[in-house]
């Protein structure tokens, strides 16, 4: 479960006219500072159009002065600027990059989560023996199967229920609404309560929690606890037991002819049907419980054998048993409710919804600062790259070029579900291009974003072209930008991150974008958006 972001501070923003990353007050345009070599300052409203008039290459005219809407983030990071002298307000969040040159007045925007509690959901299997000794067992599990779930549901717990037993026959087992329908056959409601119409015997209750597994696998979810439940009058077969062939030996019996209705059971230990689980789906069955009403001893009149095998189960899987030799299953089924409803637990959030950048802006998806506060203060989360890079913990973005969700390290989730009452507060900036203010923009035909071919825009007018001066920047459908980086060649594009190179090193007239990178714009879709930034020297890709 993702926490929607609520941007509730203030927006800290400027029109960008043309789409460029940094700034002025509405009064003043701020001159801008460029590298030797660099171009002059852009025309108002910032550059021109994407159309297929050749860009101009040449020499650039001397650099200008430096912007008072530009400032150093030291060493070690730092929580943004200073108000810029024109009258414009505080900057863009560092991220601890020494060196990195953030523009005040850009879009900057905090945004603020209050810890959300969830409570995993529960899915409980039951098989109800239904041989002729059953009749007392399957009358009262139908009158107090309701009374069951709902104490489950009471709690907050989204529970499905699969019942694994005869509906038709002498001895039908049919759950009553508001759970079942109260008619078999047929009472199913799934997803929350789903019948398995298979009748189970006195011995082979385990083998048809398996052997059904692909009749109600679909109403398992894999984030759901897990709980098996039999009740039965009997035990899981000995080995050997009506094989008609002398039995088979191993964990889980041979299998053969001979019991009542076909197959011989196999399932005759602990450890059998363990394995056996173990080897439906590893991903569903992480953890599970096995639970029982079964006969501790061999009580005369009730008890057809003592039920060893989930007397072992339950106690290696920490499970609830109740003695049907007492003929009262209420406690019992109280028990089993409370249990899982304690196994469900409650879990704070780990993930967040990341806002949508103001119309006509975009954040720096380097420059998202995240801040975890609780009763014991506010802690700085450092952000990593992917999960991969996670290590003592941290966030990282669910998406490298497309992100929409803050997602926490498993140290850091971990961390959370000890602390309670806390929050995120999350800021975004804005940043230059390598220290630079770029001279101008120009955004690449939409039409031609999906073939990851660019032709190179023309230039604001009045300028030339610098081909070390050029850069490239993406954002993505919910404003997110990121500069990505020039390689030499295509033959270097496997070692980076987010990369383009030129068709012609000596006189380009298009930007190849790398593999990685053409199918992260590619997912952007029709909403995404390439500029061609000039002015600032080229930036290099980042190695993986």
């Not at 076909?262 to 450890?271: E, L, W």
Request: glycine share 14%; aromatic share 6%; hydrophobic share 35%.
């Amino acid at each position: 479960m993702s926490v929607r972001l609520n941007q509730s501070g203030e927006l800290l923003c400027c029109l960008l006219a043309s789409g460029l990353i940094g700034c002025a007050s509405q009064s003043e345009s701020p001159e801008r500072t460029l590298p030797s070599g660099g171009a002059p300052p852009a025309a108002a409203n910032g550059g021109g159009g994407s159309g297929g008039v050749e860009p101009t290459i040449g020499p650039p005219p001397p650099p200008s002065s430096v912007p008072t809407s530009v400032v150093q983030v030291p060493a070690g990071g730092g929580n943004g600027g200073t108000s810029a002298t024109n009258g414009g307000a505080g900057g863009g969040a560092g991220d601890g990059a020494a060196g990195r040159t953030v523009t005040e007045n850009c879009a900057t925007s905090k945004a603020t989560a209050m810890d959300i509690t969830t409570v995993r959901p529960a899915d409980i299997i039951f098989a109800i023996d239904s041989s002729q000794s059953m009749s007392e067992e399957i009358e009262f599990t139908q009158m107090h199967m309701n009374a069951f779930s709902q104490q489950i549901s009471a709690s907050g717990i989204d529970v499905h229920v699969i019942l694994i037993a005869s509906e038709t026959g002498q001895r039908p087992v049919c759950i009553g609404a508001p759970l079942g329908s109260g008619t078999c056959p047929g009472d199913s409601k799934a997803p929350n309560y789903v019948h398995i119409p298979t009748p189970v015997g006195s011995h082979d209750a385990l083998d048809q929690i398996i052997d059904t597994f692909p009749m109600y696998r679909q109403y398992l979810r894999p984030e759901a606890t897990k709980a098996f439940v039999v009740i039965t009058d009997d035990d899981a077969p000995l080995p050997g037991m009506n094989t008609g062939a002398g039995g088979a030996g191993g964990a889980t019996g041979g299998g053969g002819k001979g019991f009542p209705g076909g197959d011989a059971p196999r399932i005759y230990t602990a450890q059998g049907f363990v394995d056996e689980v173990a080897a439906l789906d590893p991903t569903l069955f992480k953890e599970w419980t096995m639970n029982g009403v079964y006969c501790f001893t061999d009580c005369p009149g009730t008890a057809a054998a003592v039920g060893q095998v989930y007397i072992d189960l339950v106690a290696r899987t920490m499970g609830i048993g109740g003695d049907l030799c007492l003929q009262d299953f209420q406690p019992v089924f109280d028990r089993l409710a409370k249990q899982i409803i304690t196994n469900a637990g409650s879990t704070i959030a780990c993930e967040w919804d990341l806002p949508a950048a103001p119309a006509g802006q975009s954040f720096s998806r380097d420059l998202v600062k995240v801040d975890r506060s609780t009763s014991a203060g506010t802690t700085p989360l450092s952000q990593v790259a992917t999960e991969a890079d996670c290590g003592a913990g941290g966030w990282h973005l669910d998406n490298l070029l497309n992100p929409t969700k803050i997602v926490a390290c498993p140290n850091t989730c971990m961390e959370m579900q000890n602390q309670s009452g806390g929050k995120i507060d999350v800021s975004f900036g804005c940043e230059a291009v390598g220290g630079c203010v770029p001279t101008g923009a120009a955004t690449v035909d939409p039409a031609t974003l999906a073939s990851c071919s660019w032709a190179i825009p023309k230039p604001p007018s009045g300028q030339f072209i610098e081909p070390n001066s050029v850069n490239v920047r993406y954002s993505s459908p919910s404003g997110f930008a990121t500069n990505l980086g020039k390689v030499a060649s295509a033959a270097e594009c496997a070692t980076v991150q987010n990369g383009w190179y030129y068709d012609d090193e000596a006189k380009p007239t298009q930007i190849l974008a790398c593999p990685q990178t053409c199918t992260g714009v590619q997912t952007g879709g029709a909403a995404a958006k390439i500029e061609v930034l000039f002015g600032c020297e080229t930036r290099p890709a980042v190695i993986e």
